[in-house]
């Protein structure tokens, strides 16, 4: 495989300086490339952010700026049921990605909200599994029409 861009010369597997081996754990995807960008461009909201809430407490007003980077730590706080499943699966890769990533243990768990409940009583219930049998009888109570369990 030749690397793009012409970087070839630099690869480590031909004696450059580049890590071409993804088992060293030197790589990232896009969408964490794309993250850490957008991190870095958002120090100044949050520069802005913080000047506000020190404006509000100054005022007697109080305040709470926040920025949380994980994606669902504001649902388990709030108590939300969690699920998860194998990345592969959560990104729709198919089976022939996804059982060679799980059989090497590459395919870690993503978590992910799917009701609020509180006690016995669900406060926020979709049309989803676990609170339908299937996806089927989701869609048919979604309608109106009548689910049989």
């Not at 794309?34 to 802005?48: D, I, K, P, R, Y």
């Amino acid at each position: 495989m030749v690397p793009a861009g012409g970087v070839g010369r630099f690869a480590r597997s031909k004696g450059g300086h580049l890590h071409d081996d993804p088992r060293d754990l030197r790589s990232a995807t896009i969408q964490m490339v794309e993250s850490s960008l957008l991190e870095s461009m958002a120090t100044e909201h949050g520069m802005v952010l913080q000047n506000l809430g020190l404006m509000t407490e100054a005022l007697g007003l109080g305040g709470f700026p926040n920025f949380a980077r994980h994606e669902y730590s504001w649902f388990k706080a709030a108590g939300f049921r969690m699920q998860s499943m194998g990345a592969s699966r959560y990104a729709g890769a198919p089976w022939f990605l996804s059982a060679p990533a799980r059989w090497l243990g590459m395919d870690p768990l993503v978590s992910y909200p799917v009701g609020l409940e509180t006690g016995s009583e669900v406060l926020l219930k979709p049309f989803c599994p676990p609170y339908y049998k299937s996806m089927e009888d989701a869609v048919r109570a979604f309608r109106g029409d009548q689910v049989w369990s």
